[in-house]
């Protein structure tokens, strides 16, 4: 490139860039946005449907359906288990458990109160929010 159109070159790319850095939007750095509120929202699934199949372990546990309390509270427990880290959420994971131990062991009316108590500390958090 001849030295007279070098500095034409430069100020082209260098209007370029402005440009384009105007025009386009970048990605929020702080505040909203971001890896940590897509891993948030997912926690937040993974617990609601965590309550969701220990509610639907505690209404076959009061018909006395030992076998369907322990498919719906496995299922919640893996849920759980993916909902992060919280005090409730570990709770409710030992409550879980209990309730898949004593319904594999046919006690269905034992097992529903732990599926029940999953459900009060797996709830937790929504209800304080």
């Known amino acids: ?23 386009l939007p ?5 505040g909203e946005g971001g890896a940590r509120r897509d891993v948030m929202r997912a ?12 509610t639907d372990a505690v209404v076959h546990g009061k018909q006395g359906h ?10 919640a427990l893996q849920s759980a288990l993916k909902a992060g880290e919280a ?3 570990d709770a409710g994971i030992s409550e879980l ?7 594999k062991a046919g006690h ?13 500390h797996l709830s937790e958090k929504y209800r304080s929010r």
């Open 66 to 75: 030992a076998e369907a309390l322990v498919t719906n509270a496995e299922a």
């Open 1 to 23: 490139m001849p030295r007279s159109t070098m500095p034409r070159a430069v100020a082209l790319a260098s209007l370029f860039v402005l440009v384009t850095a105007t025009v």
């Open 26 to 30: 970048l990605p929020p750095v702080f």
């Open 97 to 103: 458990k209990q309730a898949i131990e004593h319904g």
């Open 87 to 89: 005090p409730h959420v």
């Open 43 to 54: 926690e937040d699934q993974h617990r609601q449907e965590a309550v969701e199949l220990a």
């Open 108 to 120: 269905a009316d034992v097992a529903t109160k732990h599926a029940e108590q999953a459900v009060t």
